[in-house]
């Protein structure tokens, strides 16, 4: 069965810092990897998506940038932490249009 | 562009229905979403309708998609407890090879004993 890992569960990282959360999938090959962001009060937004390895899209632009140096591994990352990039990160996979199967979350916070 | 427009709280009382309530812009989207989130986690699919369905009736839960106004519901009957979560209304853009999903900004569900 497939299985998806994303850590930290909880960051907390001053501003300026740099970060890096990582996700990898379990039980599958060549998925579709997608980073969501939910910011508090707010719905969730499509950071960055990619459909193998190497090839990444991002849908909104920020000081974020994904990576995906392996087939089910995905990558987020920044130089710099702002304080408006707190909230809670959510990885996800996908095989065909039907189903996104979700990590259990980063909750991550700059101070 | 897409758009996914939700209420962002309900509260109803152990024993009634719940409806939950999403508007949609894409008029082309493939299939429509209910997702489910629970305290700290991650999201998980509740159903699922065809854009060329008018309802999908599954065990409590019913869709109604009405595509004339891009009008998509979430009906919960005899809600429980258990499902105080946040329901998440999401569209699939067509002819997006990508399988990535736009969400609405979630409603959360509070269930009343």
């Known amino acids: 069965s497939q299985t998806i890992h994303q850590w930290p569960a909880t960051l907390v990282q001053p501003v300026g810092s740099p970060l890096s959360l990582e996700c990898t999938v379990e039980g599958t090959s060549n998925p579709n990897l997608y980073w969501y962001r939910q910011a508090a009060g707010r719905g969730l937004q499509l950071l960055f998506y990619s459909v193998g390895i190497g090839q990444i899209s991002s849908e909104v632009p920020q000081n974020l940038s994904a990576s995906r140096p392996q087939d089910r591994q995905f990558i987020l990352s920044s130089k710099k932490l702002l304080l408006s990039d707190s909230g809670f990160y959510l990885c996800?996979?996908?095989?065909?249009?039907?189903?996104?199967?979700f990590g259990n979350g980063t909750r991550l916070t700059v101070t | 562009g897409e758009d996914v427009e939700q209420s962002l709280f309900l509260s109803v009382r152990e024993g009634d229905s719940s409806v939950i309530n999403c508007t949609y812009t894409?008029?082309?989207?493939?299939?429509l979403y209910w997702y489910k989130q629970e305290p700290g986690a991650g999201l998980q699919l509740l159903t699922y309708?065809?854009?060329?369905?008018d309802m999908k009736q599954d065990q409590r839960l019913t869709v109604l998609l009405n595509k004339k106004d891009k009008h998509l519901s979430l009906r919960i009957a005899d809600t429980q407890t258990g499902d105080s979560a946040i329901y998440f209304c999401a569209e699939s853009p067509k002819g997006d090879s990508s399988y990535k999903l736009i969400f609405g900004s979630g409603t959360r569900l509070l269930v009343r004993p």
């Open positions: 309708i065809f854009s060329n369905m």
């Open positions: 996800a996979w996908a095989r065909d249009i039907l189903t996104l199967h």
């Open positions: 894409d008029s082309s989207s493939t299939y």
